[in-house]
């Protein structure tokens, strides 16, 4: 399996994305001595159903690739790749479609107004493509069914939408998974 410069994964929950991610984390580590990978990690533990989620995660993430540091950020996520972005240092975001949800409805409140949402997907694009070591970035592809009810909803599918498209159109590789199995969209690598 070979790392590109940046690789969007996209599929649909348990599509084995994120365990793609952590595959291509091993590999890296394992490639030489001096690699290092961080997971961030832009889940937050709203309830105890996704507390033990996190906690479920974490455990499973720590015995599959030991070497695997984890970062916690929500929402400042482009400042965050650009802080710690280095040749040798692989970075893991999982997942986009977390901090979108973050941006456009947080537990606390209201959620920025769009425009506000699509300036920070612009500078989310922007840390991608100046990033001077390589990504991963993983999300979830939501558009493939129906319809959804209420205008909320459809916003942010709408959204998630823009996001995927304009994270695809700046990583060198994009691929969808689907039953554990990847399927390459793009591969500029």
């Known amino acids: ?9 996209l599929g649909g929950q348990k599509s084995g994305k994120s365990r793609r991610a952590e595959l291509l984390a091993r590999a890296w580590l394992q490639a030489a001595p001096g690699h290092r990978a961080t997971l961030i990690a832009t889940a937050q533990p709203w309830d105890e159903e996704m507390r033990a989620r996190i906690e479920r995660h974490q ?25 710690h972005s280095r040749p040798e240092h692989l970075l893991v975001v999982d997942c986009l479609t977390l901090w979108l949800t973050h941006l456009m409805m947080p537990a606390e409140g209201s959620g920025l107004p769009a425009e506000a949402v699509e300036s920070s997907i612009m500078k989310l694009t922007q840390s991608i493509a100046a990033a001077p070591g390589p990504l991963v970035l993983v999300g979830n592809e939501i558009g493939l069914g129906v319809i959804p009810l ?38 500029e690598a």
């Open 59 to 83: 455990l499973d993430r720590a015995r599959r690739v030991p070497g695997l540091a984890t970062l916690e950020e929500a929402l400042r996520l482009p400042e965050c790749l650009a802080e």
């Open 1 to 9: 399996m070979k790392l590109a410069r940046s690789e969007l994964i």
């Open 150 to 187: 209420g205008r909320e909803v459809r916003a942010f599918v709408d959204m998630l939408g823009r996001l995927n498209q304009a994270v695809a159109a700046v990583c060198s590789r994009a691929t969808l998974m689907a039953a554990g199995l990847p399927l390459t969209l793009k591969d």
